[in-house]
């Protein structure tokens, strides 16, 4: 059974990030706020934990389209290849905050994501995810939490997302009530900036 662990995201309880760094680090999975929907993750250097999120989604690995959720700009080398001045402006003015954006990815991914040649970032704006990537000391590979209603995409309610996802997680951290619109994609790896999904995130940054 998962845990619901309350963190509140205004001042995140350190004990508790600390808990959820440590099953991150021993190939847990766990269902954390951003700030649009809530995520699915893992450590991006645990294979394992990986597959096992492929396997959840029904997907093959090395096809998988995951975010990486990064504390800030700082480490965006470990993974991408060089940018333009001009690409960098777009992600300084745009992140932390509701995007994810294409980057052509460099040969420092990891193994099974080697034959990718882009890869998604996101720095949400969102002190929970912030302080998990900071704890950790590399990105978490992410996915959004999705539901089967009709009506609603995106669960919003930790709870609910609990019960569904309790025997397949370790943690669902309840940071609030998520919102139920997801980021906005854009692909930077094309002469002019691609939206590939309108999201939360206004699309007039071109």
């Known amino acids: 059974m998962a845990e619901l662990l309350k963190i509140y995201n205004e001042n995140p ?9 440590d099953t991150l680090r021993n190939g847990g999975l766990v269902i954390y706020p951003t700030d649009t929907v809530y995520g699915l993750g893992c450590d991006i250097t645990n294979t394992a934990a990986l597959e096992k999120i492929a396997r959840i989604k029904g997907i093959k690995l090395d096809k998988a389209n995951f975010s990486f959720i990064c504390e800030d700009l700082s480490n ?34 990891p193994n099974v994501f ?6 998604g970032i996101r720095v949400p704006d969102n ?4 302080s998990l990537v900071n704890g ?13 209603d009709e009506v609603l995409e995106y669960t919003t309610d930790p709870e609910l997302i609990k019960e ?17 619109i997801p980021s906005t994609v854009i692909d930077l790896t094309t002469p002019s900036p691609e939206v590939i999904r309108e999201g939360k995130g206004s699309i007039e940054i071109m």
């Not at 309880?13 to 760094?21: H, L, P, R, S, Y």
């Open 164 to 180: 569904k996802w309790d025997n397949l997680v370790d943690i669902v951290i309840d940071g609030g009530y998520g919102d139920n």
């Open 13 to 21: 309880e350190q004990n508790k990030i600390k808990k959820v760094v």
């Open 127 to 130: 002190n929970i995810c912030k």
């Open 76 to 109: 965006l080398s470990d993974y991408v290849k060089q940018i333009d001045t001009t690409t960098f402006k777009i992600l300084k003015r745009c992140l932390p905050g509701p995007y994810t954006f294409v980057l052509p990815g460099n040969n420092n991914l």
């Open 114 to 119: 080697k034959k990718k040649k882009t890869v």
């Open 136 to 148: 950790l000391g590399n990105p978490i590979v992410s996915t959004s939490i999705k539901d089967d």
